[in-house]
C-alpha cells in the first residue's frame, strides 16, 4: 500500500491554512506550524514556528520532508496592510523568500496562494502573462512573491485567486463570511461594498482544484482561480443569505474605501468602480474541468459544508465512515 504524501502547511491557524489541512487531513499526512495563535485539528500536527526565523523554518523543512509545502501565512487584509505597510511586506513577502528556500533546499514541491488585487482594477479580463499593476500594498507584496518564486523556484505552483470564502476552523478569527451570518443572526444591519467588483472561489472547490494538481504533479505554472462571473460584495451577500435562508432585508448598499497606494501611475486611469476580472481557461484546459459561477459556489459550498456538519455529528455518537 502506497503510503501518505506529506504536506507541511505554514500558516496552520489561518483561515485557508486551518480550511486546507481540515480537508486534505483524510487523504494525506498534514502538519502545521503556528506562530501565537495555536490550532488544534483532531489528526493534524501542529508546531510552533516563527516564519521570520530562516534557521527554523529550515529545520521544520527538514525535519519533516513534506513532499508538498504550502505557504498560508500573511495579512491578507488590505486596509490593515496599507495601514503596517512593514508588517504586510515582513509576512507576505520576507516569510515567502524563507519557507521556499528551504522547500526548494530539499526537494519539496512548493505552493503559494495569491491574489487577484495583484491587478490594477481595471475593466478588462487580466490573464495569467499580464504585468501585474498593484494599486494597494497588499497586491504589491503578493505580487513581489509571485515574481521571486518564478524567478528561483524549480518545483511550485502558483494559485492566484479570486476572493476565499468559508467558515474558519481558528473561532478566534472571523472570515467576511462569518461576519456576515454573525450579523444576520443578531439581526444586525449589514453594509456591503458594491464599488469592488471580484470572482469569487469557494474553499472546498478550491482544495479540491489543489489535490488535482497534487495528483497531476504539475509543476511550474501560474494558474487563476476564480468563478467564471464577477460581482460586487452586495449582491454575493444577497446570494449567500437566500440560498442559506438568512434575512436579505439586513442587507445595504455601502461603499467601501478601497485602499490605493499613492504615487501609483495606473490609479489615474481608474473609475471609481475597480473590477478584477480573471481569466481562468488556462485552468480549465490543465484540469479538465469548467469553473462554476458564483451561484454554483455557493450552492456547492452549501452541499459540502452541511455534508461536513452531518459527518462530524454521526462520528461524535461512534459511528466510523470508510
Known sequence: ????????????????????????????????????????????????????????????????????????????????????????????????????????????????????????????????????????????????????????????????????FGRSYNPNDLTWIEAIERSEFLGNKISCDTKIHTGFIDIYTLSMLLDIAIEKNITNKLLQVTSKDIMNRYDFAKLYLDEFGGNTGLLSKGDWNFPRSENQMTTRFLEEELKFYMDYYNIEDEFGIKMPSVFEMIKNYKQKLEGSLTTKKMAAAGITFI
Do not use: W
Open 1 to 164: 500500500m502506497e503510503s501518505k504524501k506529506t504536506i507541511l502547511i505554514f500558516g496552520l491557524s489561518s483561515f485557508l491554512g486551518s480550511s486546507l489541512a481540515e480537508i486534505l487531513k483524510s487523504k494525506y499526512r498534514v502538519v502545521g506550524t503556528y506562530f501565537n495563535t495555536q490550532v488544534n485539528i483532531p489528526g493534524v500536527l501542529s508546531i510552533k514556528c516563527d516564519i521570520h526565523n530562516k534557521q527554523l523554518v529550515q529545520k521544520v523543512v527538514y525535519l519533516f520532508k513534506p513532499d508538498i509545502t504550502i505557504y498560508t501565512v500573511g495579512l491578507t487584509d488590505l486596509d490593515a496592510c496599507q495601514e503596517f505597510p512593514k508588517v504586510a511586506d515582513a509576512l507576505n513577502t520576507n516569510g515567502v523568500f524563507n519557507a521556499s528556500m528551504a522547500s526548494e533546499r530539499y526537494h519539496s514541491k512548493f505552493i503559494y496562494f495569491s491574489s487577484s488585487y495583484i491587478f490594477s482594477g481595471e475593466d478588462v479580463i487580466f490573464k495569467e502573462n499580464d504585468t501585474p499593476l498593484p494599486v494597494s500594498v497588499y497586491g504589491n507584496t503578493v505580487a513581489s512573491s509571485e515574481f521571486y518564486i518564478q524567478k528561483s523556484c524549480l518545483n511550485y505552483i502558483i494559485f492566484r485567486c479570486a476572493p476565499i
